[in-house]
């Protein structure tokens, strides 16, 4: 008698390592299992940041040193995430990773039998999801980090206000003060959650919750009129409908 098979749940992966090699490895490993998809590499945690916005993965096979934005700090800035096995060559912070929920954290050179142990653990993880809706502490806000004067300066997305192009860099306005990094406006754009930010203009992407005047073609904020550019009354529209719901 036949029996009706199962089909096997495929493990899409996302590799986070500016270290060639350590990626190499990994890959390698990966390949040899028909129940892991390597979805993208990543030499930093910035392009994987961007990647995850249009990208579903379910393991995250994350280092923590890494120049721009640590691996700790990326994860931290993830409003909901894959399952995380951290990747390391230093045992200090396994603790700290621990706290934040990962799966599993991997000693470098990585064994494929310490490997397959890690990957086991993920399976069996649970995912974590963290909503919106739910109330965060400080600490659990979402966040970026940009570069601003040859240092990487954490934002709150709650705090800012707005985005400004300024041809090849970007200008960061909070209520309290305005910080320039570099940085085109469309690939920020890439990077933005939808909910909360929505651009407005070729110059200009808003904070939402800032929002204290508005009708179809006009906005203001911080008692700062913005007017909404005829290619981006699209983005605009779709916007209205949900603040009308």
Not at 118 to 142: R, V
Not at 166 to 185: A, H, N
Request: contains cysteine; proline residues 4%.
């Amino acid at each position: 008698m036949m029996h009706p098979t199962t089909k096997k749940k495929i493990y899409r992966c996302l590799v986070v390592d500016d270290e060639m090699q350590a990626r190499i490895v990994l890959k390698r490993h990966i390949a040899q299992l028909n129940m892991l998809k390597l979805a993208g590499e990543s030499s930093n945690a910035l392009a994987a940041y961007e990647f995850l916005q249009s990208n579903t993965v379910d393991l995250l096979f994350l280092d923590i040193k890494m120049p721009q934005l640590n691996g700790l700090d990326f994860l931290r800035s993830l409003d909901s995430r894959p399952t995380v096995i951290l990747t390391t060559a230093y045992r200090d912070f396994a603790f700290e990773g621990f706290e934040l929920d990962v799966a599993d954290y991997l000693l470098k050179p990585i064994s494929f039998k310490r490997f397959l142990k890690s990957l086991q653990k993920a399976i069996q993880f649970p995912a974590h999801l963290f909503p919106e809706k739910k109330e965060k502490t400080l600490s659990q806000q979402p966040f970026m980090y940009f570069r601003v004067d040859r240092q990487m300066v954490k934002f709150f997305y709650q705090d800012i206000a707005y985005f400004e192009s300024l041809k090849d860099y970007v200008r960061i306005v909070t209520p309290e003060k305005k910080l320039i990094t570099k940085m085109s406006l469309s690939k920020l754009e890439k990077m933005l959650p939808a909910n909360r930010f929505v651009r407005i203009h070729r110059s200009f992407i808003i904070n939402t919750q800032y929002i204290s005047s508005y009708s179809s073609n006009k906005i203001t904020l911080l008692d700062q009129p913005f007017s909404v550019g005829r290619m981006y009354k699209k983005n605009w529209e779709q916007m209205l409908e949900e603040f009308s719901l």
